[in-house]
């Protein structure tokens, strides 16, 4: 019986400590991942929107039982994602999403264009440094003022490129990089907090629409309902007494 915090997600079943390595460097490509890890899902995203699904494999990993063969023979940091590809492993999910872009077939998830690369660099950085902590940071305060400077920046980024609904005009690594963040925040600040992100923010509002349309993300997204509930166990019950509990919340 899984934990009641754990998730299964839409593909294979999760590897967890009972489970046996695969047989690691035989030439197939495999992406480690977790279901409940957005960092993960950035590289999920991206294998299915260049429609490499034949060519990677998907191996999720139980991050609430975790096989200690992970840590060993896969990533020392013992984080997901980590993608093995030609004999390496690659691990940080900006650098696998951007392997994957680059060393893979599909359609391209990154513009040429020097000044859009320039920010799209700048983007990526900030969705897992400054928008993250402070956004998490503000669950413990008053995030619809303490998150609203985070969230009017993406609003107003959000207009520099007018060919399309996304932070680079097309869709980018970048969108991808703030959509498994968004999918986690939205719905922790209007259930918990009755804060409305999109409010005020309409290209915001607009391109959290469009990316709910791309089938490649909108098959990697978790129950809302269990997004809630897991985020409020992560972000709001700190103070739990149960060490079990404890364990079972530090995956994200
Ligand atoms: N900076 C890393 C963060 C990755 C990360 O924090 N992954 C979490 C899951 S969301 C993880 O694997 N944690 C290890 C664990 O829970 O045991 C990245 O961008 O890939």
Redesign the pocket.
């Known amino acids: 019986m899984g934990s009641p915090l754990s998730f299964e997600g839409n593909g294979p079943a999760s590897l967890d400590a009972t489970s046996n390595p695969p047989a690691m460097f035989d030439g197939t490509t495999r992406l480690y991942m ?1 279901y ?5 899902q ?1 590289a999920w995203i991206t294998r299915n929107y260049k429609g490499l699904q034949e060519k990677i494999e998907l191996v999720p ?1 139980n ?1 609430f039982n ?1 096989p200690s063969w992970y840590k060993e023979r896969v990533n020392p ?5 980590a993608l093995e590809h030609n004999g390496k492993v690659i ?6 999403i951007k392997y994957i872009d680059g060393n893979f077939d599909g359609p391209s998830l990154y513009p040429k264009d020097p000044e859009k690369r320039e920010l799209g660099e700048y983007l990526m950085k900030y969705s ?1 440094t400054t928008f993250i902590n402070i956004v998490i940071g503000s669950f413990r305060g008053n995030p619809a003022k303490e998150s609203t400077p985070v969230f009017d920046h993406l609003e107003n980024v959000l207009h520099k490129f007018n060919e399309g609904p996304f932070f680079l005009g097309k869709l980018s690594l970048v969108d991808i990089a703030f959509i498994t963040v968004i999918e986690r925040v939205q719905p922790l600040l209007e259930d918990a907090f009755k804060y409305d992100i999109t409010l005020g923010r309409p290209k915001l509002a607009t391109w959290i629409k469009e990316m709910n349309k791309i089938d490649a993300y909108s098959q990697t997204k978790v129950n809302r309902q269990q997004v809630i509930k897991y985020m409020k166990s992560r972000y709001m019950l700190r103070a739990s007494k149960s060490i079990l509990y404890q364990n079972q919340v ?3």
């Open positions: 977790s409940v890890s957005p960092y993960a950035r990993i991050l975790k940091a013992s984080m997901v994602p691990t940080e999910s900006l650098d696998v897992n530090s995956k994200l």
